[in-house]
């Protein structure tokens, strides 16, 4: 088959007619999805269905130049993915140049095209678009506009805005072939010691239902179609309620446990994004524990995919596993089991075999497609149940416009992805999203030029608007940034477990009676970023302002002190008085822990 497409007289962009002179019915994009899906269907070997059910990583080379060294997570060559392993499902990680990105996806898609069938690639992606200092996330920033956290999109609390947001974000994954966001995360932060928390849009399910509706709305549009990027909703039934707040991508965070009752609670921003028509659906990897369901990891449990999401939600879409549940890998050098909780002493094969028998679609972070051969040619797993998957996945390709104009344009990227208007908007988000929590003596906005003492903000950017001094006791005010405490994860791989910032929320000594010293000796305003629910009741008792933000950067911080921007946002969740009142609430239950410092919804005008 030739490897071009061209734009015909009637407006169709069709690939070149095969080597027999004819074009294939699947290519014709004027016939209706189901029948070019059945078609196609009819013409894939076994190898190639199950190629189609595997969802990896791949990694690209600064230039744009396909990857062939394998990436840090040790997958193979990019053309064997392609040419040997028939893979057309890839996340991408790592980020070049907008341009750079762009070529590297035609180069992909044009070497997908070289197939006997020439299924396009759908290339996915992590969120992007946070401001962080979290390296887990920002290193996939790159050129792309820089947004709050969702908890930041949460404060604010504006589905309009929430919309607007991901329509750029759209914009700007469509520029470079990003076709499926693996997010939103609908998670609710019930359980305040959970390092996940950042991705979420805090612990209120109907603030978390209207916002990610939104959300999908904007990526999606009003239904799948050529403009839209798909949004494979995350993490079914409810990451959150995790025991101690650990959580389960180790197997020390396994268990998810729901001590007060509140699993249908979890639910609830699942069925606002359904109704939005999100398009796909990702299990997380934790066990629930206490429940009349079984004890095995989501991805795993027909009672909770056949059952409660496909019969009882009525979701027909793609359902795909997190990643990693299969195999142990290595990760940057150091171990990392495969996430099979419940079943761990199974094998390979048998791990795949449950998770179609849940009902699952496609399995993420993998790349063993001959597994999945060899249970069918073996008559353990039937080639028309692959046929189920295979069809929702085809047509999801079908429905984005793949088959039929499957490259980008790599000039246009570079002016879409970072453009001047999505970036102030990002900047203006940033800004609204801070939560004015304390300011008794009405100190905001600052006036003329104070002496400032700082720390933790670029003193070149506050000499536009104070004078900066060294000594606090120098200082009319002093400004420090604060992050959310977290401490080391209990074991395992220890950078890869190092990302994930969890554990207890107060700040230890001896930073706690360092920072309460300089609040003593000057008046100081207090900007905290709540990765997490912090616990800073001596630090909010003794400052002078106390300021939240969600992901902004230092030029945000100073328009919102100096008064040339207003915070809008209130607190989507709680912030606890003590960690004992965090040991004492219930994982699964919103905003319940003793005599908050700060209630849900807090704010100052």
Request: aromatic letters at 8%; proline letters at 8%; one cysteine or more.
């Amino acid at each position: 088959m030739s490897v071009t497409s061209h734009t015909t007289a009637d407006g169709f962009t069709w690939r070149d007619l095969n080597q027999n002179g004819r074009l294939d019915p699947y290519e014709d994009p004027r016939r209706p999805i189901d029948e070019r899906i059945s078609d196609l269907l009819a013409q894939m070997t076994l190898e190639e269905k199950a190629g189609l059910m595997f969802h990896t990583m791949i990694g690209m080379n600064p230039d744009g130049s396909l990857s062939e060294d394998g990436g840090p997570f040790g997958g193979a060559p990019t053309s064997v993915m392609v040419r040997e392993q028939h893979l057309t499902h890839f996340n991408v990680l790592f980020a070049a140049p907008p341009r750079q990105m762009a070529e590297w996806h035609n180069r992909l898609q044009q070497l997908a095209q070289q197939t006997r069938l020439g299924i396009p690639v759908t290339v996915s992606s992590d969120p992007r678009h946070a401001f962080t200092t979290n390296p887990a996330v920002s290193f996939m920033a790159g050129a792309f506009s820089q947004w709050p956290e969702p908890l930041g999109l949460a404060a604010i609390d504006d589905p309009a805005l929430v919309e607007a947001f991901a329509d750029i974000a759209r914009r700007e994954y469509l520029a470079v072939g990003i076709r499926v966001a693996l997010h939103p995360q609908v998670d609710l932060a019930t359980e305040p010691r959970w390092s996940r928390i950042n991705g979420t849009f805090g612990e209120d399910a109907e603030r978390t239902g209207r916002l990610a509706a939104a959300y999908v709305r904007g990526f999606q549009g009003a239904a799948l179609g050529p403009h839209s990027v798909a949004c494979m909703v995350k993490h079914f039934p409810g990451g959150g309620p995790q025991l101690d707040g650990h959580d389960p991508h180790f197997a020390w965070g396994r268990e998810q446990v729901y001590p007060g009752g509140q699993f249908e609670y979890h639910l609830r921003p699942f069925a606002a994004v359904l109704a939005a028509g999100a398009a796909q659906i990702m299990p997380y990897y934790g066990m629930p524990v206490g429940l009349d369901y079984p004890e095995l990891g989501f991805s795993f449990n027909r009672p909770v995919i056949t059952g409660l999401l496909r019969e009882r939600l009525g979701f027909d879409g793609v359902v795909c596993t997190d990643w990693g549940l299969l195999t142990d890998r290595e990760i940057m050098g150091e171990p990392m089991p495969a996430a099979s909780w419940g079943v761990e002493q199974l094998s390979r094969p048998e791990k795949i075999a449950l998770i179609l028998d849940a009902g699952v679609d496609q399995f993420g972070g993998e790349a063993c497609p001959e597994e999945l051969v060899a249970l069918v040619r073996s008559g353990r797993v039937a080639e028309a149940r692959l046929d189920v998957s295979v069809r929702r996945l085809l047509r999801d390709k079908f429905r984005l416009g793949l088959f039929d104009a499957p490259l980008v344009d790599p000039v246009a990227a570079e002016s879409i992805v970072g453009a001047a208007e999505f970036r102030a908007a990002g900047a203006a988000a940033q800004r609204a999203a801070f939560v004015l929590l304390k300011d008794d003596d009405r100190r905001l906005p600052l006036r003329a030029r104070p002496r400032l003492y700082l720390e933790g903000v670029d003193p070149a950017l506050a000499q536009r608007d104070a004078e900066i001094v060294t000594d606090p006791d120098e200082a009319d005010l002093a400004l420090i940034r604060l992050q959310t405490p977290h401490q080391p994860a209990p074991g395992g791989p220890a950078f890869f477990a190092s990302l994930f910032r969890g554990g207890d929320l107060d700040v230890k000594e001896p930073e706690r009676a360092r920072i309460l010293a300089l609040l003593a000796r000057c008046p100081t305003i207090v900007d905290i970023a709540l990765e997490r629910p912090a616990v800073i009741p001596e630090i909010a008792s003794a400052c002078a302002v106390l300021l939240a933000n969600f992901g902004a950067s230092d030029a945000a911080l100073l328009d919102v002190v100096f008064g040339r921007a207003v915070p809008r946002g209130t607190l989507p969740f709680e912030l606890p008085s003590s960690m004992a009142a965090v040991r004492r609430q219930q994982s699964d239950v919103p905003y319940d822990s003793a005599e908050p410092l700060f209630p849900y919804g807090a704010g100052l005008r």
